[in-house]
Structures are given as C-alpha cells and as structure tokens.
DNA sequence: CTACAACTTGAAGCGCGCTTCAACACAAGC
DNA sequence: GCTTGTGTTGAAGCGCGCTTCAAGTTGTAG
C-alpha cells in the first residue's frame, strides 16, 4: 500500500479519522494522493498534523491555525498581528487563572454578617 | 414598583435579561415574587448574580456554579471535591499558557532544513 | 385612548469543533 | 466468494451557555 491510509494517519497521530476529514474540509491539510478513492498519505502529514496539534493547543480557532500554518516561515503583517493578539490573550488567561485561584483559596468569601442577609442564604433557597 | 424588574436588574448587573431567566430555569436563581405576571427583584439578587458572575468567571459550568453556590457557606465533600478539581485544572489552564507563551515566542520554529522538506512547506500547499 | 417600552412563555437558533449517521464501495484475509 | 474492516460522502447531531424569535400581556407617558 502506497502511502498511509486515513485510519493508520489517525491512530499515529493520535486523532480520529473525523478529525482529520475535518481539518482537510477547513483546508488545514493539503488534499492527499488517492488510490481507489482513497486517502494516501506520506508521512509528512504527521509533522503537519503535530503543528496543527500544538496550535490547537494554544489555544488558535481553526481559521487562526490556518494563517498560522501558512504564514509561520515567512511571517507577515497578518501573523504578526495575530501573534501578537494571541499573547495578550494568554496574558488575560493567566491572569484570570491566578484571579480564579485566589477566589477559590478564599471560598469566595463575602464580608457579610452571619447567614441569612447573604446571597448565600438566597442560593440555598434557590438551590434547595 | 415594589422590587426591581429584570430589565433593571439586568443592567445593574450587566446582564442580559435572557441570561438571567436562564440562570432562574438553571436552578441558579430563585424563583422571584411576581407582580401581574413579572418578576420582582430583591437588591440582594445583585450580590448573588456577582457570586455567579465570579464563578462563571473562574471557569465553573453552570452546574458546579449551582453546586458551589449551596455549598459554599457550609463546605461539604462534594463541594470540597469540586474545588480541589477546580485548582487542578486551573493549574493545569496556567501550565498550558505557559507553554504556549513559550512556542508563540520561538515562532514554534522547528529544526527541519529550509523549507521544503518542512511541514510548513506542506501547509502552504493545503492552504495555498 | 394611544403608543410604545418592557415584560411573559416555550421553542428554536447559534458558534465552535468536531462526531455520528446512513448508505455505500473497496480491501484484505481465509 | 465471503466476511470483516476500513474507507467514502453529505448531512445531521452534540454540548455548552446563552440569545433570539414569535406571539402575546402589562406598565407608563403623553
């Protein structure tokens, strides 16, 4: 068998046969050989599938890993611009994740007298 | 007008008054008096809408908002389980920022020889 | 009284990133 | 040849957290 077979591609790189449709579909993956009607693969693909992986992680939206994928060797405007966006997007992440880390060490503490006039008490007879 | 309407609250909280039914349909609310039909509001809904604002923020879905909020005055297991959870994946959230921070940083360069045998070379293609 | 804003409901829609389904074709092993 | 596994497609479904819609009722100002 020529090439890597769509399921073969999958177990390897550690995603679905759907997901990797899909990602052809949203054209982060070049349309591959085909044998019979087919998908054929060379290896290639898994380095391509890794990146994919790593901006996904990231935490990129489909349409952004695609100009990052087409841009990242010869980064442009349009990149850098997007770069730029998506680390001060992780610093707002960071900073929530630190603010929601206090709050939660704290129990969300309020300042208010004992039970009844707190928004606690209110929770309970909403939840109850 | 005895009690605040939703519209009123809605903007004093800065919700959408459909955000807020849907927190009453969700169990996050209690359900408010009623005058001619509509929903009269207590001030104290503005405490409890910042309790979930918070938590929202925190990254709690709806359903451990509502298990955080009955529990959060009188901690019990579950509620203890649920915020030993949260500050795993809220680590797990700042670790991962850290990591991308990292590979948006070194363009997430790969050590491949110029271009075309690169995955990017690949990527250009499907996208081109 | 007339407008018009704000409220009510249940149901449906949305955006994202896939997954699942139906219905079929082909491949590989016995 | 037959079975079983893997592939193909387009369309539909899912989960979340709301939002939007339709069609009606109520509140308020002039």
Same mark, same amino acid.
């Given at each position: 068998?020529?090439?890597?077979?769509?399921?073969?591609?999958?177990?390897?790189?550690?995603?679905?046969?759907?997901?990797?449709?899909?990602?052809?579909?949203?054209?982060?993956?070049?349309?591959?050989?085909? %044998?019979?009607? &087919? =998908?054929?693969?060379?290896?290639?693909?898994?380095?391509?599938?890794?990146?994919? #992986? *790593?901006?996904? /992680?990231?935490?990129?939206?489909?349409?952004?890993?695609?100009?990052?994928?087409?841009?990242?060797?010869?980064?442009?405007?349009?990149?850098? %611009?997007?770069? &730029? =966006?998506?680390?001060?997007?992780?610093?707002?992440?960071?900073?929530?994740?630190? #603010? *929601?880390?206090? /709050?939660?060490?704290?129990?969300?503490?309020?300042?208010?007298?004992?039970?009844?006039?707190?928004?606690?008490?209110?929770?309970?007879?909403?939840?109850?």
């Amino acid at each position: 068998m020529r090439g890597l077979a769509i399921g073969e591609v999958g177990r390897r790189a550690g995603l679905a046969t759907s997901a990797i449709r899909y990602y052809e579909r949203a054209g982060l993956l070049p349309k591959p050989a085909r %044998a019979s009607g &087919q =998908r054929r693969y060379e290896p290639e693909i898994l380095g391509l599938l890794e990146m994919i #992986r *790593m901006a996904r /992680a990231a935490g990129f939206t489909i349409s952004e890993t695609r100009i990052f994928l087409t841009g990242a060797d010869k980064p442009s405007a349009r990149w850098q %611009a997007l770069a &730029q =966006r998506k680390r001060a997007e992780i610093d707002a992440t960071i900073a929530k994740a630190r #603010r *929601m880390k206090a /709050a939660l060490k704290s129990n969300f503490r309020c300042g208010c007298a004992e039970t009844d006039d707190c928004a606690r008490a209110i929770a309970r007879k909403a939840c109850g």
